[in-house]
C-alpha cells in the first residue's frame, strides 16, 4: 500500500484529473483500461493522453499492466486518493494535509484541516491488505457478485460507515460527527482524547464500565451491534467520557449471529477491564434482557436485515396490512443456482457412464462398477457443498471429476495408464521449453504491446499461403 504522499497534487492538471476519472470509469466493466477508451472517455486526443498516461504511471498514480487478452491501464490506490482528495477540495472541505495519526487492518487515518485552519480527520478505507483479506465471511459487501475489485469494495466500506454515523449522531451518540464523504474518505470531527488501550490509569473504574456497558445496551436498544467493541475502538475524552468510532462492521439486532456478537463485545470489556485495571462486575448485559425500541437497522440497511424482516416489521409496527409475498429475491437467485448446478451435475454423471461403457471390459464391470458408484456419490456431495461457489469454481469442479475418471485402469498391474503418462511427460516437457523462451515474451510498456501485435500478424502472414501466394 504505501505511505500517502500528496506532493503531486498540486501540480497535476486539469487534464491530469480528466484521465484519471476516464481510468476510474472505464474500470467499471474492464479490469484493464486500454489507451483508446481512456481517451474516448476523457473526450481528449490519443497522443496527448499518451504522454499523460506515461506521466500518471511514473508517479504511481497508474499502474500499465499485461493481460491475458490485451494490455491497458489501472488505478492505483494513490490515484484513487488524489481522485477523492481533489473532489473534497474542491468542496472546500480540505486546505491543508497533516500526518497520519492511525492504522489499521482495513483503514488510514490522517490529519488534515479545513478552510478555517481547524483540525479535521480524515480516513482512507484501505481493504485489501493480506492480514485481511476474507471479506466474504466477515462482510457482506460483495452482495451477490461474485467478484469484486478492493477499490470498489473499499467505497461501499466508507459508504457504509458514513451512513452509520450519520444516524448515530442525530440520536446523539457519543460518535465522531461526520462531515462529509467521497468514494473511500470519510471526513469527520477530530476526537480530543485517548485510545482506551493507551490508559493505565482512571479515576473512575466503575462509572467508565457502567458507561461502556450502557452503550452497547443502548446500541441494541436501537437496533444495531457493533460487532467489534474493544479498547482499540474507543476513545476517551479529557472528561474520561467514552466516544466510540470503527463502524463498518455493525450489524442488525436480527442478524443470525446477533447474540454471539453482543456476547463477544460484552466478554471483551470484561477482560480488559479485569487484566488492565484488575476489576471485575458481576453485573453485565445479557442478549435475553434486551428490549428493541427503535429500527435504525431499517433506516440503514444493517448487514443481516433482509426485506422479509423489513416487511415483518413494518407489519408488526401497523404501517402496512399485508406481508408482500416473495419480496425476498435472494431464494429466487440461490433456487437458479441450484437448477444450474444440479444440472451441471446430471451431465457429468452422463460423460462418466458413457465413458466407462466405452472403456471398461465386461470382466472388470462389477468391480469397477462400485468404484464408480462411489465417485458418483462423492462428486454429488462436492457439487452440493460448493453451490454458493462462482462460475469458476463449478468448471474446476467439472475438471476434477473428469480427472478423477481417467485415474481408473482396465489393467490389474499398474494404476496409471499409459496415456496418462505421456500426457504428463509431454506437458512437463512443453513447460521446460515455454520456460526457456519465457524471457522473451516481458512487456514492460505499450510499445512493447504494440511489437508484440506486429510480430503476430507478421507470424500469421507468413502462415497464410493460400491466400498471398
Same mark, same amino acid.
Request: with cysteine; proline share 3%; charged share 30%.
Given at each position: 500500500?504505501?505511505?500517502?504522499?500528496?506532493?503531486?497534487?498540486?501540480?497535476?492538471?486539469?487534464?491530469?484529473?480528466?484521465?484519471?476519472?476516464?481510468?476510474?470509469?472505464?474500470? %467499471?466493466?474492464?479490469?484493464?483500461?486500454? $489507451?483508446?477508451?481512456?481517451?474516448?472517455?476523457?473526450?481528449?486526443?490519443?497522443?496527448?493522453?499518451?504522454?499523460?498516461?506515461?506521466?500518471?504511471?511514473?508517479?504511481?498514480?497508474?499502474?500499465?499492466?499485461?493481460?491475458?487478452?490485451?494490455?491497458?491501464?489501472?488505478?492505483?490506490?494513490?490515484?484513487?486518493?488524489?481522485? $477523492?482528495?481533489?473532489?473534497?477540495?474542491?468542496?472546500?472541505?480540505?486546505?491543508? !494535509?497533516?500526518?497520519?495519526?492511525?492504522?489499521?487492518?482495513?483503514?488510514? *487515518?490522517? /490529519?488534515?484541516?479545513?478552510?478555517?485552519?481547524?483540525?479535521?480527520?480524515?480516513?482512507?478505507?484501505?481493504?485489501?491488505?493480506?492480514? +485481511?483479506?476474507?471479506?466474504?465471511?466477515?462482510?457482506?459487501?460483495?452482495?451477490?457478485?461474485?467478484?469484486?475489485?478492493?477499490?470498489?469494495?473499499?467505497?461501499?466500506?466508507?459508504?457504509?460507515?458514513?451512513?452509520?454515523?450519520?444516524?448515530?449522531?442525530?440520536?446523539? +451518540?457519543?460518535?465522531?460527527?461526520?462531515?462529509?464523504?467521497? =468514494?473511500?474518505? /470519510?471526513?469527520?470531527?477530530?476526537?480530543?482524547?485517548?485510545?482506551?488501550?493507551?490508559?493505565?490509569?482512571?479515576?473512575?473504574?466503575?462509572? #467508565?464500565?457502567?458507561?461502556?456497558?450502557?452503550?452497547?445496551?443502548?446500541? @441494541?436498544?436501537?437496533?444495531?451491534?457493533?460487532?467489534?467493541?474493544?479498547?482499540?475502538?474507543?476513545?476517551?475524552?479529557?472528561?474520561?467520557?467514552?466516544?466510540? *468510532?470503527?463502524?463498518?462492521?455493525?450489524?442488525? !439486532?436480527?442478524?443470525?449471529?446477533?447474540?454471539?456478537?453482543?456476547?463477544?463485545? /460484552?466478554?471483551?470489556?470484561?477482560? !480488559?477491564?479485569?487484566? =488492565? +485495571?484488575?476489576?471485575?462486575?458481576?453485573?453485565?448485559?445479557?442478549?435475553?434482557?434486551?428490549?428493541?425500541?427503535?429500527?435504525?437497522?431499517?433506516?440503514?440497511? @444493517?448487514?443481516?436485515?433482509?426485506?422479509?424482516?423489513?416487511? #415483518?416489521?413494518?407489519?408488526?409496527?401497523?404501517?402496512?396490512?399485508?406481508?408482500?409475498?416473495?419480496?425476498?429475491?435472494?431464494?429466487?437467485?440461490?433456487?437458479?443456482?441450484?437448477?444450474?448446478?444440479?444440472?451441471? $451435475?446430471?451431465?457429468?454423471?452422463?460423460?462418466?457412464?458413457?465413458?466407462?461403457?466405452?472403456?471398461?471390459?465386461?470382466?472388470?464391470?462389477?468391480?469397477?462398477?462400485?468404484?464408480?458408484?462411489? #465417485?458418483?456419490?462423492?462428486?454429488?456431495?462436492?457439487?452440493?457443498?460448493?453451490?454458493?461457489?462462482?462460475?469458476?469454481?463449478?468448471?474446476?469442479?467439472?475438471?476434477?471429476?473428469?480427472?478423477?475418471?481417467?485415474? =481408473?485402469?482396465?489393467?490389474?498391474?499398474?494404476? *496409471?495408464?499409459?496415456?496418462?503418462?505421456?500426457?504428463?511427460?509431454?506437458?512437463?516437457?512443453?513447460?521446460?521449453?515455454?520456460?526457456?523462451?519465457?524471457?522473451?515474451?516481458?512487456? %514492460?510498456?505499450?510499445?512493447?504491446? /504494440?511489437?508484440?501485435?506486429?510480430?503476430?500478424?507478421?507470424?500469421?502472414?507468413?502462415?497464410? !499461403?493460400?491466400?498471398?501466394?
Amino acid at each position: 500500500m504505501g505511505k500517502l504522499n500528496v506532493a503531486m497534487l498540486r501540480y497535476l492538471t486539469r487534464e491530469d484529473f480528466r484521465v484519471l476519472t476516464a481510468i476510474e470509469m472505464g474500470m %467499471k466493466n474492464h479490469e484493464l483500461v486500454p $489507451a483508446t477508451l481512456a481517451a474516448s472517455i476523457a473526450n481528449l486526443h490519443h497522443g496527448g493522453v499518451h504522454k499523460i498516461l506515461k506521466e500518471l504511471c511514473k508517479h504511481r498514480l497508474l499502474s500499465y499492466e499485461r493481460g491475458k487478452h490485451y494490455d491497458g491501464y489501472r488505478l492505483t490506490n494513490t490515484g484513487y486518493d488524489y481522485l $477523492a482528495l481533489k473532489t473534497l477540495t474542491s468542496r472546500q472541505l480540505i486546505s491543508s !494535509f497533516g500526518n497520519q495519526i492511525g492504522v489499521g487492518k482495513e483503514s488510514n *487515518i490522517y /490529519v488534515v484541516a479545513d478552510s478555517d485552519d481547524k483540525p479535521i480527520c480524515l480516513k482512507l478505507h484501505r481493504l485489501g491488505r493480506t492480514c +485481511f483479506r476474507n471479506l466474504k465471511e466477515k462482510r457482506d459487501y460483495h452482495g451477490r457478485r461474485h467478484k469484486a475489485g478492493w477499490l470498489y469494495l473499499s467505497r461501499i466500506s466508507a459508504t457504509k460507515e458514513y451512513a452509520y454515523m450519520v444516524a448515530l449522531s442525530k440520536r446523539d +451518540f457519543p460518535v465522531p460527527k461526520p462531515i462529509d464523504v467521497n =468514494r473511500h474518505c /470519510v471526513l469527520m470531527e477530530l476526537v480530543d482524547g485517548h485510545p482506551l488501550c493507551r490508559l493505565y490509569e482512571v479515576e473512575s473504574v466503575e462509572n #467508565l464500565y457502567d458507561d461502556l456497558m450502557n452503550l452497547i445496551v443502548r446500541f @441494541a436498544q436501537h437496533g444495531v451491534i457493533h460487532g467489534d467493541f474493544n479498547e482499540f475502538n474507543i476513545m476517551i475524552n479529557n472528561e474520561e467520557k467514552p466516544i466510540v *468510532i470503527d463502524f463498518p462492521q455493525m450489524m442488525s !439486532f436480527s442478524h443470525p449471529n446477533a447474540e454471539m456478537y453482543f456476547d463477544r463485545d /460484552v466478554n471483551c470489556i470484561r477482560e !480488559f477491564f479485569k487484566k =488492565r +485495571f484488575n476489576y471485575e462486575s458481576h453485573l453485565y448485559p445479557t442478549f435475553e434482557d434486551v428490549v428493541r425500541e427503535e429500527f435504525l437497522d431499517v433506516e440503514v440497511s @444493517a448487514s443481516g436485515f433482509t426485506k422479509n424482516m423489513d416487511q #415483518l416489521l413494518l407489519h408488526e409496527i401497523g404501517m402496512i396490512n399485508n406481508i408482500e409475498e416473495g419480496c425476498d429475491e435472494e431464494s429466487d437467485f440461490y433456487d437458479s443456482e441450484k437448477e444450474e448446478v444440479e444440472h451441471l $451435475a446430471k451431465r457429468v454423471d452422463e460423460l462418466m457412464n458413457e465413458e466407462s461403457s466405452t472403456v471398461l471390459g465386461n470382466s472388470s464391470v462389477p468391480h469397477s462398477q462400485e468404484k464408480f458408484d462411489n #465417485l458418483k456419490s462423492d462428486s454429488e456431495e462436492y457439487i452440493s457443498l460448493s453451490d454458493n461457489d462462482d462460475n469458476e469454481s463449478i468448471a474446476s469442479s467439472k475438471v476434477c471429476y473428469s480427472d478423477i475418471h481417467s485415474v =481408473r485402469s482396465m489393467s490389474t498391474t499398474t494404476t *496409471i495408464p499409459p496415456e496418462v503418462i505421456r500426457d504428463r511427460v509431454k506437458k512437463s516437457l512443453e513447460k521446460r521449453e515455454r520456460a526457456k523462451v519465457r524471457h522473451r515474451n516481458l512487456a %514492460k510498456g505499450e510499445a512493447s504491446a /504494440v511489437n508484440r501485435q506486429r510480430r503476430e500478424n507478421k507470424d500469421i502472414i507468413k502462415d497464410s !499461403f493460400g491466400i498471398w501466394g
